[in-house]
């Protein structure tokens, strides 16, 4: 199976501040149609998963443009440009190239 | 709009089965896919199964492989999950999930094992 492997597991962030995840596949995540498969979600606090990102980089409808995906290969980061009180939650990464799908551990974000 | 409802979460005794099912509304059903993926509590994402459009193909992870089921009625838009021989590690919530890219979840729904 593919290991993701995020960090850091805590992320404590003073608003305004800007916030980075990475997150690592054991394996390439380059599928055989010639794209990456690597989709991060945001889980707040009592909520359902909600997909940020897809395919690296591209940002879902109604996603503030302070979120933004990049990386290649087995390599990806999430970056939050200046993060905001409502951005507390869980962050995933998942990775759909491979079975089966696997998720990283999440990332916890929080305001100092 | 896109909906997804996921029903028929209980608390069950271990060795017991639990059907699940996942009505979907908003989209045309028969062009995706649909997963399942499930959270322990306290606990971190793992997908579960995925059953293509046409319910022809299906794939599950290799833990609940032989207990799960996934399934489809594209005449009633509804995933189905039955669960057989529950366990104790099984107790999660369950989301329903649409499309390769898993652009939209349910609100899920609770499955808890416990004799």
């Known amino acids: 199976d593919v290991v993701m492997t995020q960090s850091p597991l805590s992320l404590p962030v003073t608003l305004g501040q800007p916030a980075s995840i990475s997150c690592r596949s054991s394996?390439?995540?380059?599928?055989?149609?010639?794209?990456?498969?690597l989709n991060w979600f945001q889980q707040r606090p009592g909520q359902s998963p909600r997909r940020l990102i897809y395919?690296?980089?591209n940002r879902d409808s109604g996603v503030p443009d302070r979120f933004s995906g990049s990386g290649s290969g087995t390599d990806f980061t999430l970056e939050i440009s200046r993060v905001e009180a409502e951005d507390v939650g869980l962050y995933y990464c998942?990775?759909?190239?491979?079975?089966?799908?696997?998720f990283g551990q999440g990332t916890k974000v929080e305001i100092k | 709009q896109v909906q997804l409802v996921e029903s028929g979460g209980n608390v069950v005794q271990p060795g017991r089965s639990l059907r699940l099912s996942c009505a979907a509304s908003?989209?045309?059903?028969?062009?995706?896919?649909i997963h399942w993926v499930r959270q322990a509590p306290g606990k971190g994402l793992e997908w579960v199964a995925t059953?293509?459009?046409?319910?022809?193909?299906?794939y599950y992870v290799d833990s609940v492989r032989g207990r799960f089921t996934i399934s489809r009625d594209n005449s009633k838009n509804t995933v189905y999950l039955q669960i057989d021989s529950l366990r104790i590690e099984d107790t999660a919530v369950y989301y329903c999930?649409?499309?390769?890219?898993?652009?939209?979840w349910g609100q899920g729904t609770l499955v808890t094992v416990s004799s």
């Open positions: 059953v293509s459009n046409d319910g022809s193909k299906n």
């Open positions: 999930v649409r499309d390769w890219l898993f652009d939209y």
């Open positions: 998942m990775q759909g190239t491979h079975w089966p799908r696997t």
């Open positions: 394996q390439s995540l380059v599928y055989s149609d010639g794209n990456t498969y």
């Open positions: 908003g989209f045309t059903f028969t062009n995706y896919v």
């Open positions: 395919k690296v980089s």
